[in-house]
């Protein structure tokens, strides 16, 4: 199976829309879509890490410190 992935960017006055969609092609073709979308600020405070820091930052270890807001409305009670 492969795995494909695409960041998709939209830029608001304050905001920034990122669309992360990852496709998932058995070896039959047969496919399995996903995305996840986040609202960014755009002009975080100095102590947090910046969109294209964090899309730059090989390890992502600082994910958290974007705080990401999930637009699915999903409730994850695992």
């Keep these: ?12 006055p304050t905001h920034i829309l990122i669309i992360h969609a990852r ?6 073709l047969d496919m399995i879509m996903d995305h996840q979308p986040y609202l960014v600020l755009k002009d975080p405070p100095p102590n947090v890490l910046t969109v294209p820091q964090y899309m730059t930052n090989p390890s992502r270890q600082n994910r958290a410190d974007l705080n990401w807001v999930d637009l699915t409305l999903t409730d994850n009670e695992d």
């Design 1 to 12: 199976m492969a795995l494909f992935e695409s960041y998709i960017f939209h830029e608001f």
């Design 23 to 28: 496709v998932l092609v058995s070896e039959d």
